[in-house]
């Protein structure tokens, strides 16, 4: 299997309902590496870049409110299939659909403040990692 890396954001709902210890062990549990993390509240731009492929959507001026409302914690994370196997972990976007266990099934409210954040492909992990760390600040 290949070594990927992907990014992870633990969003403001969860940071605020004070779930960052849970979600990090579950990352960890999971068998992901956490090459990096760091703490920090979002600029309106800079929601506004890292959701860009979501401008046209309904959801998106929302979603950009919700992510800027408190700090997020970011992570890029590395393992053996990495992308899909945190997004197994996260679970479905929506909360209701998302199975037993998971973290937006456990944390999540609704399907715009669903806990946690992956990225979805490697090409998205290959935007979305450089977009928070630069490689000299993966350890
Ligand atoms: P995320 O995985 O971070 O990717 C885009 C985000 O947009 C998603 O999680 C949700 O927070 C939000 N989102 C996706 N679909 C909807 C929707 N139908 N209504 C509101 N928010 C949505």
Request: aromatic fraction near 8%; glycine fraction near 6%; charged fraction near 25%.
């Amino acid at each position: 299997m290949a070594i990927e890396r992907t990014l992870a954001i633990i969003k403001p709902d969860a940071v605020a309902a004070g779930h960052i210890g849970e979600i990090i062990s579950m990352i960890e549990q999971a068998g992901l590496r956490i090459l990096a993390m760091k703490m920090k509240r979002l600029s309106r731009r800079e929601a506004e870049e890292f959701y860009a492929v979501h401008r046209a959507k309904p959801f998106y001026s929302s979603l950009v409110a919700f992510m800027t409302e408190g700090p997020v914690v970011l992570l890029a994370l590395e393992g053996d299939n990495a992308i899909q196997r945190w997004r197994e972990v996260m679970g479905k976007t929506n909360p209701a659909e998302a199975a037993e266990g998971t973290i937006r099934r456990r944390f999540g409210t609704n399907i715009e403040r669903n806990a946690v954040h992956g990225s979805d492909s490697p090409e998205t992990a290959s935007f979305e990692v450089p977009f928070f760390f630069p490689t000299a600040e993966l350890l």
